[in-house]
């Protein structure tokens, strides 16, 4: 079929064929795009008995494909539907359409145009989307792709890319935009983020869930050298909850130079898994903390004192590889590009300079 006649708005490779997404200048209708190598293009879009404003993105769980796309009515959206199928090149095999489950009252979830992602991470389906109404994000979760939650976030962007690796699914999108869902092997929980600052000589860490099921407690760790952790204190968790969780605990005597804090989380069974480390320089009067760390792209820079200063960040041989300015509290560093290792930041402000380590992924 010939593909010169439409515009696409994503072109996504998965289980080795391609889909494209995007609609006909003709009559602005919804298609989806088949291709086993990239070159020769089939009509695949189904006739659903509805209409059809956008599709949006697929996933793919070893067995089937899952659609989502955003139902119209005169093309005005309704809402969020997915349908599947194991065979996408048959036009008549698209069955089995789903909806969000716990829409909000006056809420319209779906998106227009390019906004909506869809992944799958061990054994579970993950996404985002928008509401039309308000502009409010919402990552979706469902465990067999015909029965969908809807979890609200306290954002309002554009989702536009994911990508799944392992038990995480990374989503992106406009104004620096990003979500983490991850899926532990044993924990049913879902940690949207760690993160840990140095406010007038404490630690301050807070983080977030989006999803618990079972899930008893957090245990914070602590550590001087990433090798040897002690439990410096206990947070109940909310137990089973499919909305956002926020949670805050504080290290009242953090040592001089580097600290390193992680979470092992712990369900009602015994299970454990861990987060990710956090890790803080402590400098006796000015705190700094870098997270993630393990980074694999975007190194945050967080200091107490809103001082301008420089980072200058060096590989194990002592060759400078990136720089950066730092204004205000918050500095985004990316270090995409960088191979695997170990790096040595060394932060300067006013008079005072600070050196920590940062593992890249």
Same mark, same amino acid.
């Given at each position: 079929?010939?593909? *010169?006649?439409?515009?696409?708005?994503? +072109?996504? =490779?998965?289980?080795?064929?391609?889909? *494209?997404?995007?609609?006909?200048?003709?009559? $602005?209708?919804?298609?989806?795009?088949?291709?086993?190598?990239?070159?020769?293009?089939?009509?695949?879009?189904?006739?659903?008995?509805?209409?059809?404003?956008?599709?949006?993105?697929?996933? @793919?769980?070893? !067995?089937?494909? =899952?659609? @989502?796309?955003?139902?119209? *009515?005169?093309? %005005?959206?309704?809402?969020?539907?997915?349908?599947?199928?194991? %065979?996408?090149?048959?036009?008549?095999?698209? #069955?089995?359409? #789903?909806?969000?489950?716990?829409?909000?009252?006056? *809420?319209?979830?779906?998106?227009?145009?390019?906004?909506?992602?869809?992944? $799958?991470?061990?054994?579970? @389906?993950?996404?985002?989307?928008?509401?039309?109404?308000?502009?409010?994000?919402?990552? +979706?979760?469902?465990?067999?792709?015909?029965?969908?939650?809807?979890?609200?976030?306290?954002?309002?962007?554009?989702? !536009?890319?994911?990508?799944?690796?392992?038990? !995480?699914?990374?989503? +992106?999108?406009?104004?620096? #935009?990003?979500?983490?869902?991850?899926?532990g092997s044993v924990l049913p929980l879902s940690l949207l983020r760690f993160e840990g600052r140095l406010t007038q000589g404490q630690t301050q860490l807070s983080w977030s869930t989006a999803v618990e099921q079972n899930t008893k407690q957090f245990i914070v760790q602590h550590s001087l050298n990433r090798t040897t952790w002690s439990n410096i204190g206990v947070v109940t968790a909310a137990g089973s909850s499919q909305q956002n969780q926020s949670y805050r605990f504080v290290h009242s005597n953090p040592a001089k130079g580097q600290n390193f804090y992680r979470l092992q989380m712990e369900d009602k069974d015994g299970k454990t898994t861990q987060s990710g480390v956090v890790a803080l320089s402590y400098g006796g009067k000015e705190g700094i903390s870098t997270y993630p760390n393990p980074v694999s792209d975007k190194l945050v820079i967080r200091t107490e004192s809103n001082l301008a200063g420089h980072l200058v960040l060096y590989n194990e041989v002592g060759q400078m590889v990136k720089t950066a300015t730092l204004e205000g509290n918050v500095t985004t560093l990316n270090v995409a590009g960088l191979p695997s290792g170990v790096y040595h930041a060394e932060i300067t402000q006013g008079q005072q300079t600070q050196r920590m380590s940062v593992i890249k992924k």
């Open positions: 079929a010939s593909t *010169a006649d439409n515009w696409y708005i994503k +072109i996504k =490779h998965i289980n080795n064929v391609f889909f *494209a997404f995007g609609n006909r200048n003709s009559d $602005y209708e919804s298609v989806i795009m088949y291709s086993t190598d990239g070159i020769t293009w089939t009509d695949v879009t189904p006739d659903l008995g509805f209409e059809v404003l956008y599709y949006k993105d697929v996933a @793919f769980d070893g !067995t089937s494909y =899952h659609f @989502f796309g955003v139902e119209s *009515a005169s093309w %005005t959206p309704i809402g969020f539907f997915s349908v599947s199928t194991a %065979t996408p090149a048959n036009r008549a095999s698209y #069955a089995n359409k #789903a909806t969000i489950s716990n829409v909000p009252d006056g *809420a319209v979830l779906g998106g227009t145009y390019d906004e909506g992602v869809l992944d $799958y991470a061990n054994g579970k @389906f993950t996404g985002a989307v928008l509401d039309v109404v308000t502009g409010q994000d919402y990552i +979706i979760t469902s465990a067999n792709g015909n029965s969908w939650t809807a979890i609200p976030q306290n954002s309002y962007s554009i989702i !536009t890319a994911s990508i799944a690796s392992g038990n !995480t699914v990374q989503m +992106i999108g406009r104004g620096n #935009a990003f979500f983490t869902v991850n899926y």
